[in-house]
């Protein structure tokens, strides 16, 4: 199978399972953490690279094209988020209407 084939692959099935439901979510550090770390062990055997050949997560990815699984979460949260406070209000918890999201400078 060549890498087209595997990107592909990463983009229907790794990276849905990563992102699904995550418009709901609040992030800790821990948990952006374990989502990386999912994307690259993924990454990783999707090009064959072990642990030991010592491979930074920056090489990889700048190979393969992908973005990092985090920022693309917080790029689809505020997205939902824009989207959400675009409906009618008559139809959102006011718990909805009134949150907003931490801008980490990106």
Known sequence: MNKETKLRIHNITAK???KFGSEAWVLKKKEEQRL????MKFLRHLLGITKLNKEKNQCIRQKTGVQNIV???KQYQ????QHIQRMDTN???KQALQYKPKDEGT
Not at 36 to 39: D, G, L, T, V
Not at 78 to 81: E, I, M, N, R, T
């Open 91 to 93: 139809r959102l918890p």
């Open 16 to 18: 849905a399972a990563l």
């Open 71 to 73: 920022k693309e979460i």
């Open 36 to 39: 990386e770390a999912a994307q």
């Open 78 to 81: 505020k997205k939902w988020l």
